[in-house]
Protein backbone atom coordinates (compact mmCIF):
# COMPACT_ATOMS: atom_id res chain seq x y z
CA UNK A 1 0.00 0.00 0.00
CA UNK A 2 0.94 3.49 0.11
CA UNK A 3 3.36 4.97 2.75
CA UNK A 4 1.42 6.52 5.87
CA UNK A 5 1.49 10.26 6.07
CA UNK A 6 3.74 11.94 8.67
CA UNK A 7 2.51 11.58 12.05
CA UNK A 8 -0.22 9.00 11.10
CA UNK A 9 1.97 6.17 12.52
CA UNK A 10 4.05 5.88 15.91
CA UNK A 11 7.82 5.21 15.56
CA UNK A 12 9.56 4.47 18.47
CA UNK A 13 13.33 4.88 17.93
CA UNK A 14 15.66 2.57 20.69
CA UNK A 15 19.01 2.69 21.61
CA UNK A 16 21.58 2.18 23.90
CA UNK A 17 23.54 5.61 22.99
CA UNK A 18 21.81 8.83 24.33
CA UNK A 19 23.55 11.23 21.89
CA UNK A 20 21.78 8.90 18.79
CA UNK A 21 18.72 9.37 20.74
CA UNK A 22 19.24 13.50 20.99
CA UNK A 23 19.96 13.39 17.18
CA UNK A 24 16.44 11.97 16.22
CA UNK A 25 14.65 14.09 18.92
CA UNK A 26 16.10 17.28 17.69
CA UNK A 27 14.93 16.12 14.27
CA UNK A 28 11.81 17.16 15.27
CA UNK A 29 10.22 15.00 13.01
CA UNK A 30 6.13 14.50 13.97
CA UNK A 31 5.21 10.58 15.04
CA UNK A 32 8.96 9.64 16.06
CA UNK A 33 9.23 8.96 19.82
CA UNK A 34 13.10 7.94 21.61
CA UNK A 35 13.41 5.63 24.38
CA UNK A 36 16.29 4.14 25.38
CA UNK A 37 17.35 0.69 26.12
CA UNK A 38 19.65 -2.29 25.11
CA UNK A 39 18.95 -5.76 23.41
CA UNK A 40 18.29 -8.68 25.21
CA UNK A 41 17.04 -7.61 28.21
CA UNK A 42 17.06 -3.87 28.66
CA UNK A 43 14.20 -3.17 26.46
CA UNK A 44 11.63 -0.57 27.53
CA UNK A 45 8.73 -2.89 27.55
CA UNK A 46 6.69 -0.87 30.15
CA UNK A 47 6.93 2.50 28.24
CA UNK A 48 6.26 0.46 24.58
CA UNK A 49 3.18 -1.59 26.22
CA UNK A 50 1.77 1.85 27.82
CA UNK A 51 2.49 3.83 23.72
CA UNK A 52 0.87 0.75 21.95
CA UNK A 53 -1.60 -1.54 24.35
CA UNK A 54 -2.52 -3.89 21.83
CA UNK A 55 0.98 -4.69 20.57
CA UNK A 56 3.74 -3.23 18.48
CA UNK A 57 3.15 -4.01 14.79
CA UNK A 58 6.63 -3.81 13.08
CA UNK A 59 10.15 -3.47 14.35
CA UNK A 60 13.64 -3.05 12.80
CA UNK A 61 16.49 -3.91 14.26
CA UNK A 62 19.35 -2.93 11.82
CA UNK A 63 23.11 -3.25 12.54
CA UNK A 64 22.57 -4.65 15.80
CA UNK A 65 22.32 -8.76 16.09
CA UNK A 66 26.03 -9.19 15.30
CA UNK A 67 27.00 -7.52 18.47
CA UNK A 68 24.74 -10.42 20.35
CA UNK A 69 26.59 -13.89 21.44
CA UNK A 70 23.66 -16.46 20.15
CA UNK A 71 22.51 -16.83 23.66
CA UNK A 72 21.87 -13.27 23.40
CA UNK A 73 20.81 -13.29 19.83
CA UNK A 74 17.82 -15.84 21.04
CA UNK A 75 16.68 -14.00 23.86
CA UNK A 76 16.00 -10.85 21.68
CA UNK A 77 13.94 -12.66 19.09
CA UNK A 78 12.18 -13.89 22.09
CA UNK A 79 11.36 -10.93 23.45
CA UNK A 80 10.99 -9.58 20.32
CA UNK A 81 8.34 -11.93 19.53
CA UNK A 82 5.88 -11.13 22.94
CA UNK A 83 5.82 -7.39 22.27
CA UNK A 84 4.29 -7.94 18.37
CA UNK A 85 0.69 -8.54 17.16
CA UNK A 86 -0.03 -11.53 15.31
CA UNK A 87 0.80 -10.83 11.92
CA UNK A 88 3.21 -8.10 13.13
CA UNK A 89 6.68 -8.10 11.15
CA UNK A 90 10.66 -8.13 12.15
CA UNK A 91 12.97 -7.07 9.51
CA UNK A 92 16.82 -7.58 10.44
CA UNK A 93 20.27 -6.78 8.60
CA UNK A 94 23.62 -7.88 10.44
CA UNK A 95 27.23 -8.68 8.98
CA UNK A 96 27.64 -11.47 6.92
CA UNK A 97 30.16 -13.96 6.51
CA UNK A 98 30.57 -13.44 3.36
CA UNK A 99 31.79 -9.81 3.71
CA UNK A 100 35.34 -8.22 3.01
CA UNK A 101 35.60 -6.40 6.49
CA UNK A 102 39.61 -5.79 6.53
CA UNK A 103 40.48 -5.94 2.45
CA UNK A 104 44.30 -5.48 1.38
CA UNK A 105 45.71 -3.34 -1.10
CA UNK A 106 44.66 -6.30 -4.06
CA UNK A 107 41.35 -6.86 -2.27
CA UNK A 108 41.90 -10.00 -0.61
CA UNK A 109 40.47 -10.25 3.00
CA UNK A 110 42.67 -11.73 5.04
CA UNK A 111 40.89 -11.98 8.37
CA UNK A 112 37.44 -12.60 6.53
CA UNK A 113 39.34 -15.69 4.67
CA UNK A 114 40.54 -17.07 8.03
CA UNK A 115 37.43 -16.13 9.55
CA UNK A 116 35.24 -17.81 6.97
CA UNK A 117 37.61 -21.35 7.21
CA UNK A 118 36.75 -21.51 10.97
CA UNK A 119 32.83 -20.97 10.21
CA UNK A 120 33.12 -23.66 7.98
CA UNK A 121 34.40 -25.95 10.31
CA UNK A 122 32.18 -25.27 13.39
CA UNK A 123 29.06 -25.58 10.91
CA UNK A 124 30.48 -29.26 9.46
CA UNK A 125 30.64 -29.94 13.27
CA UNK A 126 26.96 -28.27 13.72
CA UNK A 127 27.73 -25.57 16.13
CA UNK A 128 24.54 -24.05 16.90
CA UNK A 129 26.33 -20.48 16.22
CA UNK A 130 29.48 -20.66 14.11
CA UNK A 131 29.79 -17.39 13.71
CA UNK A 132 30.15 -15.87 16.65
CA UNK A 133 34.03 -14.32 16.63
CA UNK A 134 35.39 -13.63 20.10
CA UNK A 135 38.79 -12.30 19.32
CA UNK A 136 37.85 -10.40 16.09
CA UNK A 137 41.37 -7.83 17.05
CA UNK A 138 43.66 -11.06 17.61
CA UNK A 139 42.58 -13.10 14.40
CA UNK A 140 42.94 -9.75 12.72
CA UNK A 141 46.64 -9.33 13.70
CA UNK A 142 47.53 -13.31 13.03
CA UNK A 143 45.56 -13.04 9.55
CA UNK A 144 48.18 -10.27 8.46
CA UNK A 145 51.31 -11.62 10.25
CA UNK A 146 50.24 -14.92 8.06
CA UNK A 147 49.06 -13.65 4.90
CA UNK A 148 51.57 -10.80 4.67
CA UNK A 149 48.99 -8.64 3.50
CA UNK A 150 50.88 -5.21 4.89
CA UNK A 151 49.85 -2.76 7.24
CA UNK A 152 46.93 -1.97 8.37
CA UNK A 153 46.99 0.14 11.28
CA UNK A 154 46.90 3.16 9.93
CA UNK A 155 44.60 5.27 12.10
CA UNK A 156 44.47 2.70 14.17
CA UNK A 157 42.22 0.33 11.91
CA UNK A 158 42.48 -2.82 13.95
CA UNK A 159 42.45 -1.10 17.58
CA UNK A 160 38.74 0.27 15.82
CA UNK A 161 37.59 -3.09 15.28
CA UNK A 162 35.03 -4.09 18.32
CA UNK A 163 36.33 -7.17 20.45
CA UNK A 164 33.63 -9.20 19.03
CA UNK A 165 31.38 -9.58 15.92
CA UNK A 166 28.84 -12.44 15.32
CA UNK A 167 29.03 -13.02 11.83
CA UNK A 168 25.37 -14.47 10.69
CA UNK A 169 24.71 -16.25 7.65
CA UNK A 170 21.07 -15.52 6.12
CA UNK A 171 20.54 -19.80 7.04
CA UNK A 172 21.53 -19.36 11.07
CA UNK A 173 19.55 -16.22 11.07
CA UNK A 174 16.50 -17.45 10.01
CA UNK A 175 16.92 -20.67 11.85
CA UNK A 176 16.85 -18.75 14.97
CA UNK A 177 14.01 -16.68 13.62
CA UNK A 178 11.83 -20.00 13.33
CA UNK A 179 13.35 -21.33 17.52
CA UNK A 180 11.73 -18.26 18.26
CA UNK A 181 8.24 -18.74 17.04
CA UNK A 182 8.39 -16.10 13.57
CA UNK A 183 7.36 -17.86 10.99
CA UNK A 184 10.63 -16.22 7.93
CA UNK A 185 9.30 -14.10 5.30
CA UNK A 186 12.13 -13.45 3.57
CA UNK A 187 16.05 -14.78 4.38
CA UNK A 188 18.95 -13.50 1.95
CA UNK A 189 22.26 -12.29 1.65
CA UNK A 190 23.11 -8.88 -0.58
CA UNK A 191 24.64 -6.12 -0.89
CA UNK A 192 24.49 -2.91 1.62
CA UNK A 193 23.40 -0.22 -0.04
CA UNK A 194 25.20 1.88 2.64
CA UNK A 195 28.32 0.27 3.08
CA UNK A 196 31.74 1.03 1.27
CA UNK A 197 32.60 -0.65 -1.89
CA UNK A 198 35.41 -2.19 0.01
CA UNK A 199 33.33 -4.42 2.10
CA UNK A 200 31.75 -6.25 -0.90
CA UNK A 201 33.44 -9.82 -1.81
CA UNK A 202 33.97 -9.57 -5.48
CA UNK A 203 34.68 -13.24 -5.25
CA UNK A 204 31.10 -13.96 -4.90
CA UNK A 205 28.60 -13.79 -7.59
CA UNK A 206 26.34 -11.85 -5.37
CA UNK A 207 27.87 -9.74 -3.14
CA UNK A 208 26.79 -11.19 0.17
CA UNK A 209 28.20 -8.96 2.58
CA UNK A 210 25.25 -8.22 4.28
CA UNK A 211 22.84 -10.75 5.64
CA UNK A 212 19.05 -9.72 5.61
CA UNK A 213 15.99 -10.94 7.08
CA UNK A 214 12.21 -10.61 7.19
CA UNK A 215 9.96 -12.98 9.76
CA UNK A 216 6.37 -12.69 11.07
CA UNK A 217 4.37 -13.47 14.38
CA UNK A 218 2.21 -16.39 13.88
CA UNK A 219 -1.21 -15.33 13.30
CA UNK A 220 -3.86 -16.52 15.70
Not at 20 to 35: A, M, Q, R
Not at 167 to 183: I, Q
Request: charged letters at 20%.
Amino acid sequence: GSPAPPGAVTVVAVDCEPGHLKHVDELGVPGILTLSGRLPDELPIAALRELSPGGVSGVLVSEVMHFLSGEALAASLRTIHDVLIPGGKLCMNAVSPYMNLMPSDTGHCPLMTRVRKTYAAREAAGKAWPGECVELRATARAALLEEGAGDWTAGGGIERMPGFLHFLSAEVLACACVEAGFDVVSAKGGWHPGYPPLYMNEELEFHMENTQVVAEKRRV
